[in-house]
Structures are given as structure tokens and as C-alpha cells.
């Protein structure tokens, strides 16, 4: 993955896609997610996260309680130890989040707790999350640290602009 590549085309294709997706809280073509779910499965046969973790250097997961429990386990250290090492309590949100990026388990670009590694980290970046419409806010922010959503979304507004007049 060219992340230098990347940064730059995520920032000449942010405000273009971020008003797509900012329209679809107000119009939402009736196969939509059809459209992601083929624009979802098209990106995945050329994306490999392997060669990226851009979301391990430059974003922080939430981890859960069950999260710190299971981790902190597997490290061989009590919660409050793995807490008070790594981690904020985020007054705003409550989220128990990293302290710094990139993130401590991140080693040679690979995850170094991947078994263990917290729920939000397994799901990222969240595609799989439905209806398309209903998560636009969340894939706005993070098509400028994905390459993965980036792809997804611009090739979800290309069809859709190919197929509708919004
Ligand atoms: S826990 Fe693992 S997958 Fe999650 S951000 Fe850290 S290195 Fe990445
Ligand atoms: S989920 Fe996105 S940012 Fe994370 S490794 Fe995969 S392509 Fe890169």
C-alpha cells in the first residue's frame, strides 16, 4: 500500500465524497446497499490491510470493558496496570481509547495481540454495517485514515451518480 499515494487522494476526493455522503441523510437511491455491498466486495479483491495498518498508526480503537479484561489477561497484568500504561477514559464519550498513536501493539505492521485484539479493531473499518445510510457520518471521517473506505465509498458514488440524478 502506497499511504503517501493514498493521503493525497484522499485529500483531493474529500469534499466531493464527503457531500455525497452528507446527501444521503436526506435522499437515499432505493438499492443502495446493493450498490456498497458490490462496491464493498470489489474493493476487498484489490485491498490488502496487511500492507497498510493506517488504522493502527493514525486512529485509536475504543476498547471495551470485556475488551481490557481479555487483553490484559493475555498480557499477563491486572486491568488497572493495562489501563494506566495505555489507555484515557475519554470524559466526553466515556470510551476507554489509546493514548498515543501509532498504537502500542502495532510491531513490524502487524498486530501484535491479533487474536485478542479489541472487537472495534475485528470489525474495522465497519463496512459491514448496515444500512450504508445510516453510517455515512462514521465513513466521512474515516476516509481520510482508510484506504479500504475511501475506495468503497468512491466507488459506491460513482455508480450512483452513473445511475441517478441526485
Ligand atoms: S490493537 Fe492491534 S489491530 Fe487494534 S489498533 Fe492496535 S495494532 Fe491495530
Ligand atoms: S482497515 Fe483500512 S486503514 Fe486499516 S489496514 Fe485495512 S485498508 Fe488500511
Known sequence: MDLAKFRASAKRKQKSLSTFLDKLDKIVPPDLQDIADRADAAMWKETDCTTCA????TMTPTFTVKDINRISKHLGMKPKEFKDKWLLHEKETGDWVNKTQPCQFLENNMCSIY?????DCAGFPHHHLKPFDLYNDMFKANIMHCPATLSMVDRVKKEVDRRYDM
Open 115 to 119: 487474536e485478542v485484539r479489541p472487537a
Open 54 to 57: 493506517n488504522c493502527c498508526k
